[in-house]
């Protein structure tokens, strides 16, 4: 059974970056997709982007255009998602998560997510 | 970008009784590519419903999930103590994968 292991807590300058890694353990996921999800205090799920390695193509929300990469290491199954210009309201779990496959139109996209990270806090404070 | 739209907020029913909540977009859903998640305290989501109406593995079959287009449904049929807990929708039938704002179901 394919698990998702995160790194740990971190703590962050304003104006910072932070590297989340995401490892898939018992398993690969080079015919999956992988996405970042990330949750403020008290607040809802919020989706920031994702990443098919097979196609080495990553896909980001609009809100964290330019701020947010995500990139993966196919030899060690793991990805990674670096945020930049931290600020106080980046304070949040930041979570992997793992999704098969479907194909449309040419392109695919991610399903459902099934396999989630036990979730890495990440607090931006000075 | 499509926007979910969770109702009601907050839920508050007993065991035993049945929960429906529902989820809005702002237009419509490609080829049904809904999915329900549950979350707990101190937790990860967990995958309920995807595809709108399948349930995924190891879901009890008290969760049912509804809908097309716009409008979507889940359904607990008879709440047990171990449901109540924060529901999300998220939509995955475009490259941008957002979520519901979420309902919170607590016990009466």
């Known amino acids: 059974q394919v698990q998702l292991v995160q790194s740990g807590a971190e703590v962050k300058k304003p104006g910072s970056s932070v590297k989340v890694s995401c490892k898939a353990s018992?398993?690969?996921?080079?015919?999956?997709?992988i996405s970042w999800v990330r949750q403020a205090p008290g607040q809802g799920l919020e989706w920031m982007g994702g990443?098919?390695?097979?196609?080495?193509?990553?896909n980001y929300a609009q809100k964290f255009q330019g701020r947010v990469t995500i990139t993966t290491d196919e030899s060690t199954s793991t990805a990674y998602m670096e945020l930049s210009s931290l600020r106080s309201e980046d304070t949040a779990v930041y979570y992997c998560?793992?999704?098969?496959?479907?194909?449309?139109?040419?392109?695919?996209?991610?399903?459902?997510?099934?396999?989630w990270g036990q979730g890495t806090m990440v607090t931006v404070s000075s | 970008e499509i926007v979910l739209t969770q109702s009601p907020g907050t839920l508050s029913l007993s065991p035993g009784e049945r929960a429906t909540l529902s989820c809005r977009a702002s237009?419509?859903?490609?080829?049904?590519?809904l999915a329900w998640y549950q979350q707990k305290p101190g937790q990860a989501p967990r995958l309920l419903i995807y595809?709108?109406?399948s349930r995924a593995t190891g879901i009890p079959d008290r969760f049912s999930g509804s809908g097309s287009g716009t409008d979507f449904t889940l359904t607990i049929s008879r709440l047990e103590p171990e449901d109540f807990a924060v529901y999300y929708c998220?939509?995955?039938?475009?490259?941008?994968?957002?979520f519901g704002q979420g309902t919170k179901l607590e016990i009466k």
């Open positions: 998220q939509q995955y039938g475009s490259s941008q994968g957002t």
């Open positions: 595809g709108a109406s």
């Open positions: 990443i098919i390695p097979i196609f080495g193509t990553a």
């Open positions: 998560a793992r999704a098969g496959l479907y194909c449309s139109g040419g392109s695919c996209y991610p399903d459902a997510f099934d396999i």
């Open positions: 237009q419509s859903v490609s080829s049904s590519y």
């Open positions: 018992g398993g690969t996921f080079s015919s999956y997709a």
